[in-house]
C-alpha cells in the first residue's frame, strides 16, 4: 500500500513529482488497492508493477485488476501479474508457504519481472 501511495502523482508531502525528483519505479507486492487515497484517483508519476495472489485471502486480487485498468485507462504506467493459485506472502520461504506448487513458482517469475523493471527504470537515458 505504501508503494502505491508513494508513487501516485498526488502523493502527501511532494509537490509534482515525476522520477527525476522521486521515485523512478515501484513493485507492490500484494498491496491493499482499495484504500481511499488510491481509489480517488491512482495515477502514478513513474511506472508500476503490481504483483497479486489470486487466491490472497488478506487483500483483493479484483480491487487490484480494477484499479490498474483504471490507472491504465488515465495513460498511466501500470503493469499487474496476478499468479493463479497463489497466496498472500507467496514469497515467504516457510514450509507452509511453500507447500503450495503456486506459491513455489510465483517468486522466480515476481524477481524476473521486478529486475526488468528496474533495468529499464535505472538505466540512464542519453
Do not use: W
Not at 502505491?4 to 515525476?18: E, F, H, R, V
Not at 482499495?34 to 483483493?60: C, K, N, T, W
Not at 508457504?97 to 535505472?122: C, H, K, S, V
Amino acid at each position: 500500500m505504501t508503494a502505491l501511495a508513494t508513487i501516485s502523482d498526488d502523493a502527501p508531502g511532494i509537490t509534482k513529482p515525476t522520477p527525476q525528483t522521486g521515485f523512478r519505479a515501484a513493485v507492490a507486492l500484494y498491496p491493499g488497492c482499495g484504500m481511499e487515497h488510491v481509489q480517488r484517483r491512482f495515477v502514478p508519476y513513474a511506472p508500476v508493477l503490481m504483483l497479486i495472489a489470486a487466491a490472497d485471502d488478506e487483500v483483493s486480487p479484483a480491487a487490484c485488476r480494477k484499479l490498474a485498468a483504471r490507472s491504465r485507462a488515465l495513460g498511466a504506467p501500470v503493469e499487474i501479474a496476478v499468479y493463479d493459485g497463489a497466496q498472500h506472502d507467496f514469497d515467504d520461504p516457510g514450509r507452509t508457504r511453500q507447500g503450495a506448487e503456486a506459491n513455489r513458482r510465483a517468486p522466480a517469475d515476481a524477481r524476473r519481472r521486478a529486475t526488468g523493471l528496474f533495468a529499464t527504470a535505472l538505466t540512464p537515458t542519453r
